[in-house]
């Protein structure tokens, strides 16, 4: 079941460039994504989400992206900072949906 | 902030042994939910909980598993009979209401061990 799916196991950015973190999903039901961010020994935390309705969302540095014709998301972070380095996570679910679907994740490092 | 809090942060159980996993949910929060993560895997779904009753469970939650909230604060995961798949992190979360995706808080794990 590979509903959600975050094809780079990692990513390393430049501090200061920018970060993008992709994210492809095959259930068309899904009408709200979010990206969490997790640190080590750290549950999950939120960062930012949106809605099918939307294809852009803006929070500060990080931006999502979302294409829904290619069912493909995608979180931009700019200017990426080393503590930004992170797994990050991206999910979906239905709206009014009980449970988020999760992708595997994509390690983030930022070097300085 | 309130949090999640979930103990033990470890725990090393024989194969076939019971466990108990525990979560304290932040107090005003209705729904309950626990995630697990098999090490280098995606995060997975393994059930949900509101008005003292599951309201959603995936296929890992097999009559093995079972969830209860005994005391209005404390939310826990037994598992009855370990088996070694069952290495994970557990992850306990919450929120408030049923359209509160954006703020489901998550715990910050438990680690399961089977040997």
């Known amino acids: 079941d590979q509903q959600v799916k975050q094809n780079s196991p990692s990513l390393s950015v430049q501090e200061g460039r920018i970060s993008i973190l992709n994210c492809d999903y095959t259930?068309?039901?899904?009408?709200?994504f979010l990206w969490y961010k997790k640190y080590p020994a750290e549950g999950p935390t939120f960062l930012i989400s949106i809605s099918s309705i939307k294809d852009k969302n803006e929070d500060g540095r990080f931006t999502v992206f979302l294409n829904k014709s290619a069912k493909h998301l995608s979180l931009h972070i700019v200017p990426s900072q080393p503590g930004d380095s992170a797994v990050y996570f991206c999910?979906?679910?239905?709206?009014?949906?009980?449970?988020?679907?999760f992708g595997a994740g994509t390690i983030l490092r930022v070097k300085s | 902030e309130p949090e999640v809090t979930q103990t033990p942060s470890h725990q090393v159980t024989q194969m076939g042994q019971e466990v108990i996993l525990r979560c304290v949910p932040i107090?005003?929060?209705?729904?309950f939910y626990w995630y697990r993560q098999i090490l280098g895997q995606k995060v997975e779904f393994l059930v949900s909980f509101y008005n003292n009753e599951i309201s959603e469970k995936s296929e890992i939650f097999d009559d093995q598993f079972s969830v209860e909230r005994p005391d209005g604060s404390n939310f826990t995961l037994k598992i009855r009979s370990t088996k070694l798949e069952d290495s994970a992190m557990y992850f306990c979360a919450s929120k408030l209401g049923q359209l509160d995706n954006e703020k489901l808080f998550f715990g910050s794990g438990t680690q399961l061990s089977v040997l």
């Open positions: 999910a979906a679910s239905v709206r009014y949906g009980n449970k988020l679907v």
């Open positions: 107090s005003n929060h209705l729904y």
């Open positions: 259930n068309s039901m899904f009408d709200y």
